[in-house]
C-alpha cells in the first residue's frame, strides 16, 4: 500500500498543479481583462465609480475569481514544491515561500477592492463625502491595490526564476522551460520597477506590457502543459523516496 502511494504521488501532485494553473489563467484573464479593464477607466474616478455601481455583480464576480486564484496559488505552491524537491530541497522550500509571500501580498491588495464595494453601496457614506470626494475614495482604492499587487509581483517573479533554475537541473524537465520561466521572472521584475521609478510609465506601457505578458504567459502555460501530460509519466520514473516528506 505504501509503495502504492508512493509511485502515484508525483503524478497527483502534477495533475494538481498543472490544473491548478490553468484554472488560475482562466480566473485570472476574467477578472483583469474582462471585469478590470472593462469597468476601469484610469484617470475618469466619476466614470470608474459609475461603471462598477451599474455592474456591481460583474465587480463582484471578478472578485471572487481573483479569490478562487488566490486560493489555487496556495495549492499551486504546495505541488510544485512537493515536485521539485528531487532537485534541491532547500530551493523548493524558497520558491513555495515566495509564492506564498506573493499570495498573502495579493490578498491585501484584493482587500482594496471590497473597500471599494463599501464606498458604493454605503449610503452612510454620501453624508461624509460628496460626489466627486466619494470617487476620488475609489480610485484611491483600485490605485491601492494595483500598487500592492506590483509589489507582491516582485516577489512571483522571484519565484518563477527559482522554479525555472530547478527545472532547468532537474534533468526530467525541459531546460527550455527552466529557461523562459526564469526570463519571465525579469519581465515581471522589470515591469514592477518601471511602475515606481518611471513617471512617464503609460508612454511606454504597451512595451512593458508585451516584456510581462509574453514570456509570463508562455511559460505557465508550458509549465502546465508539461504538467499534465508529460510530466505525470517523467516524474514516476524519479526514485520514490524523494518523495517522502521527511
Same mark, same amino acid.
Given at each position: 500500500?505504501?509503495?502504492?502511494?508512493?509511485?502515484?504521488?508525483?503524478?497527483?501532485?502534477?495533475?494538481?498543479?498543472?490544473?491548478?494553473?490553468?484554472?488560475?489563467?482562466?480566473?485570472?484573464?476574467?477578472?483583469?481583462?474582462?471585469?478590470?479593464?472593462?469597468?476601469?477607466?484610469?484617470?475618469?474616478?466619476?466614470?470608474?465609480?459609475?461603471?462598477?455601481?451599474?455592474?456591481? !455583480?460583474? @465587480?463582484? =464576480? #471578478?472578485?471572487?475569481?481573483? $479569490?478562487?486564484?488566490?486560493? +489555487?496559488? %496556495?495549492?499551486?505552491?504546495?505541488? *510544485?514544491?512537493?515536485?521539485?524537491?528531487?532537485?534541491?530541497?532547500?530551493?523548493?522550500?524558497?520558491?513555495?515561500?515566495?509564492?506564498?509571500?506573493?499570495?498573502?501580498?495579493?490578498?491585501?491588495?484584493?482587500?482594496?477592492?471590497?473597500?471599494?464595494?463599501?464606498?458604493?453601496?454605503?449610503?452612510?457614506?454620501?453624508?461624509?463625502?460628496?460626489?466627486?470626494?466619494?470617487?476620488?475614495?475609489?480610485?484611491?482604492?483600485?490605485?491601492?491595490?494595483?500598487?500592492?499587487?506590483?509589489?507582491?509581483?516582485?516577489?512571483?517573479?522571484?519565484?518563477?526564476?527559482?522554479?525555472?533554475? !530547478?527545472? @532547468?537541473? =532537474? #534533468?526530467?524537465?525541459?531546460? $527550455?522551460?527552466?529557461?523562459? +520561466?526564469? %526570463?519571465?521572472?525579469?519581465?515581471? *521584475?522589470?515591469?514592477?520597477?518601471?511602475?515606481?521609478?518611471?513617471?512617464?510609465?503609460?508612454?511606454?506601457?504597451?512595451?512593458?506590457?508585451?516584456?510581462?505578458?509574453?514570456?509570463?504567459?508562455?511559460?505557465?502555460?508550458?509549465?502546465?502543459?508539461?504538467?499534465?501530460?508529460?510530466?505525470?509519466?517523467?516524474?514516476?520514473?524519479?526514485?520514490?523516496?524523494?518523495?517522502?516528506?521527511?
Amino acid at each position: 500500500m505504501t509503495n502504492r502511494i508512493t509511485e502515484t504521488s508525483p503524478r497527483i501532485f502534477a495533475k494538481v498543479a498543472g490544473f491548478g494553473l490553468l484554472l488560475m489563467a482562466m480566473h485570472a484573464m476574467f477578472a483583469n481583462f474582462f471585469v478590470l479593464e472593462g469597468l476601469i477607466i484610469p484617470g475618469d474616478a466619476a466614470t470608474t465609480a459609475n461603471n462598477i455601481i451599474a455592474n456591481d !455583480l460583474l @465587480f463582484r =464576480s #471578478g472578485i471572487i475569481s481573483f $479569490i478562487i486564484v488566490l486560493l +489555487l496559488d %496556495v495549492v499551486v505552491a504546495w505541488a *510544485l514544491y512537493i515536485i521539485l524537491i528531487p532537485v534541491n530541497k532547500n530551493l523548493s522550500l524558497l520558491a513555495a515561500w515566495l509564492r506564498l509571500i506573493y499570495t498573502a501580498i495579493f490578498g491585501i491588495a484584493i482587500y482594496h477592492f471590497l473597500n471599494v464595494l463599501e464606498l458604493l453601496s454605503g449610503a452612510d457614506y454620501l453624508t461624509v463625502f460628496e460626489t466627486d470626494e466619494l470617487h476620488a475614495q475609489v480610485m484611491l482604492s483600485i490605485n491601492a491595490f494595483s500598487n500592492i499587487w506590483l509589489i507582491g509581483l516582485i516577489f512571483f517573479g522571484l519565484h518563477l526564476l527559482v522554479v525555472g533554475y !530547478l527545472a @532547468f537541473k =532537474s #534533468g526530467y524537465m525541459p531546460r $527550455i522551460l527552466g529557461v523562459v +520561466l526564469m %526570463v519571465a521572472c525579469f519581465g515581471y *521584475l522589470i515591469d514592477s520597477f518601471a511602475h515606481f521609478l518611471l513617471s512617464n510609465y503609460t508612454d511606454y506601457e504597451a512595451i512593458f506590457l508585451l516584456i510581462v505578458a509574453v514570456p509570463g504567459v508562455i511559460g505557465e502555460l508550458f509549465l502546465a502543459f508539461w504538467l499534465l501530460f508529460k510530466g505525470r509519466s517523467n516524474l514516476l520514473t524519479l526514485n520514490s523516496e524523494s518523495y517522502r516528506i521527511r
